[in-house]
């Protein structure tokens, strides 16, 4: 059944078209916005995977060069190899609001997957993909609790604005993107440019009532065309096998959760674990149905513990953040560095300075994009005591890295005023709770190591959330368990004036403007008090560079001059290079950057490009070379490359019979310029200094 309809939000038309393409999808649709089309497909596989114990889904974002009329600049010349990060991202932005609205029970194989069929560079796939996923389960035979909505909300000239292309988001001082349901706001990920917690609430809910049509739409679509729901058997619980493992388990679950180091901690549950199983487990067939009912009953130890008792599983008090150590210079080779430890989650981050070419390039629906800062984060398996194999970055070790890039871009130098390019590596050495957030505190201590002037030092802490019936409990600096088995994981970044990145994923469905409120106040508290921690060992940025970073120096030239840096086929440029181990880079406008690590050798260089592209001044005295004679006068060099002609009336103050009478081939004497014509002809005296 062919299908369309169109919702206004926020002055621009949406539209979501079904049952004309894809149509052996379980459900799709095409969402469109301006000339931007995301084709969104969801299928789930027949078969019912119990076995598996968890939600088999993958969700997979797609942009098509075709869709800008652009043919992929690799050399196959084709859309291969990993994605890109923007589309890792958009991936992400699309799975953590949908995963948990999924019902327990359902075990199916489920895939959605987005594709950018059209792209016009102002309005943004990534929100459209977001709401055409939503759309597509909604109207399949998947089970699905949804609808969801996404949007992209900005700030121009004081007021809010949805979905602001791309030209308005230059503008903005924040691009945040906000999923929601009916009822709550259920994923927040952006960045803004120190704006207050009040400033960032009232965007995220004025998102929430915006965007309250796309869900009627939804809604809508799914009676006309949806199909019949499958049914999922809810999760039975064996009370009886449930009651067995609480009286088994019972004092041995107090020690667990009593346990405050995190590897003890989890070789304690193991061990507890390994003895329910050994007494219960007597045919060998109900060991993974003992395991879970073990795991119910931890979560239910600990959450009890936090929100009936008022004890966190280290003994901190709710708005209390862990003990913190920070040391700069760590690293005695790197431009700069810092080694951030937060209780027992530690982040070794190391700056480094380049030039122009060492930026990163990436090839973009828009066209090519020079990115002057990155910030790259790993996360090996030794910080968390594990073993395995090393892979390349994961999709969330990209989203973590790009959370505190976006974190630390708002406190950035201008280009014009520091030139590098700079690129931070956050080494998570150990794990246990928000390394995302440590990445963040070492990369601002890094950076002012290195001697970037970075506007103001940046901190981030992650908040989490406990709720059960009407009692809520907002936990400040989070430990990995009270990620796991709490509600909500919210990250805040900012400065002491403001927020500049923030992320939040929940569990449950979805949070309030009070229980945010709350969230993003106790987590200013925490961020100052880690900036207050972050000062004692650095409190400002470095006069002067580091030692091993290169030093930057910049010299303007005549633009006619270029051609004789660059030389033919670039041979001078390059015997610079090689010549003062230098990186040297020249713009249309006459600007010569030079990079090099060798200071005297940087002021030589400089002194050499001047010599080369100097011109000569009317009135000015030179040391030169006779490099020809002639019958009429002698010609000398006054620079390397640059001639002049002092005529024989302009040897001597008295006659001169001959040129060789005065000088010869080789001597250096001393010249003034008396005239450079229009066509750059020099004409030199001796006679005028005698």
Do not use: W
């Not at 959760?257 to 329910?276: E, H, M, N, P, Q």
């Not at 406190?411 to 995302?436: A, C, H, K, W």
């Not at 802490?461 to 990620?483: F, N």
């Not at 921690?533 to 091993?548: F, H, V, W």
Request: some cysteine.
């Amino acid at each position: 059944m062919h299908k369309k309809v169109e919702v206004e939000i926020g002055g621009k038309s949406i539209s979501f078209e079904t049952g004309k393409i894809a149509r052996q999808a379980s459900g799709s649709v095409v969402v469109r916005c301006g000339e931007t089309m995301v084709l969104v497909t969801a299928v789930a596989s027949k078969e019912h995977k119990p076995e598996l114990g968890f939600l088999p889904l993958t969700i997979e974002y797609q942009e098509k060069m075709s869709s800008v009329g652009r043919i992929p600049g690799n050399y196959f010349r084709r859309e291969i190899g990993r994605p890109s990060d923007q589309e890792v991202l958009t991936c992400r932005i699309i799975d953590r609001p949908l995963r948990p609205l999924f019902p327990k029970g359902y075990f199916s194989e489920t895939q959605v997957i987005a594709t950018v069929l059209s792209a016009d560079q102002q309005n943004d796939p990534d929100v459209l993909a977001l709401t055409g996923a939503s759309c597509a389960l909604s109207i399949s035979d998947i089970p699905f609790g949804g609808p969801v909505a996404g949007a992209r909300v900005g700030h121009i000239d004081g007021e809010f604005v949805i979905n602001p292309t791309k030209d308005e988001l230059t503008e903005s001082r924040m691009d945040i993107i906000v999923a929601c349901t009916r009822k709550a706001v259920v994923m927040v990920e952006g960045m803004a440019d120190a704006m207050s917690e009040e400033e960032i609430l009232s965007g995220i809910f004025y998102a929430h009532e915006q965007l309250q049509p796309m869900l009627d739409l939804q809604d809508d679509l799914r009676g006309e065309c949806g199909r019949e729901k499958r049914v999922v058997e809810p999760i039975q619980v064996d009370e009886e096998l449930m009651a067995r493992v609480v009286e088994i388990a019972g004092a041995g679950m107090k020690e667990v959760i009593a346990t405050s180091d995190k590897l003890d901690r989890g070789r304690c549950y193991d061990a507890l674990k390994k003895t329910v199983v050994a007494e219960l487990n007597t045919d060998g067939e109900r060991g993974r149905e003992i395991g879970d009912c073990l795991s119910s009953y931890k979560k239910k130890v600990m959450r009890d513990q936090i929100v009936v008792d008022g004890t966190r599983l280290d003994g901190r008090t709710f708005d209390q953040v862990r003990p913190i150590n920070t040391e700069v210079s760590y690293l005695p080779r790197t431009h700069g560095s810092a080694l951030f430890t937060r209780g027992e989650t530690q982040a070794l981050v190391v700056a480094t300075l380049g030039s122009e070419r060492d930026q990163q390039r990436i090839e973009t629906l828009a066209g090519e994009d020079n990115r002057r800062f990155m910030l790259h984060y790993n996360f090996p398996p030794y910080c968390v005591g594990e073993a395995r194999f090393l892979r390349g970055p994961s999709r969330r070790d990209v989203g973590h890295g790009t959370l505190a890039m976006r974190g630390l871009s708002a406190v950035l130098p201008n280009q014009e005023d520091f030139p590098y390019t700079i690129r931070l590596v956050s080494e998570i050495l150990e794990s246990n709770g928000s390394s995302s957030m440590a990445s963040v505190c070492g990369g601002s201590m890094a950076m002012m190591d290195a001697g970037v002037p970075i506007k103001t030092p940046v901190s981030g802490v992650a908040m989490g959330l406990i709720k059960q019936d009407d009692k809520v409990v907002i936990l400040t600096d989070i430990l990995g368990d009270e990620d796991h088995l709490g509600d909500m994981d919210f990250k805040i970044v900012g400065t002491k004036d403001g927020i500049t990145a923030l992320q939040m994923d929940i569990k449950i469905d979805g949070v309030d403007r009070d229980i945010m409120s709350q969230a993003l106040a106790q987590a200013k508290d925490g961020r100052l008090h880690i900036l207050g921690e972050m000062s004692k060992g650095i409190t400002e940025s470095r006069d002067e560079i580091s030692d091993n970073a290169p030093k930057y120096f910049m010299h303007n030239i005549n633009p006619d001059k270029i051609r004789d840096i660059i030389g033919p086929g670039g041979k001078i440029i390059k015997e610079l290079s090689a010549e003062y181990d230098a990186k040297i880079e020249v713009d249309d406008s006459g600007l010569v950057k030079m990079f090099t690590h060798n200071g005297e050798k940087a002021s030589a260089l400089v002194e050499r490009i001047k010599s080369i592209t100097a011109e000569a001044e009317v009135g000015a005295v030179y040391k030169g070379i006779v490099k020809t004679i002639k019958d009429f006068g002698a010609f000398v060099e006054i620079f390397p490359g640059t001639d002049g002609l002092v005529h024989i009336s302009e040897l001597d103050t008295k006659r001169v019979e001959k040129v060789t009478d005065i000088v010869k081939e080789g001597d250096e004497i001393e010249v003034k310029v008396l005239e450079v014509d229009g066509r750059g002809r020099i004409r030199l005296s001796r006679k005028a200094l005698l």
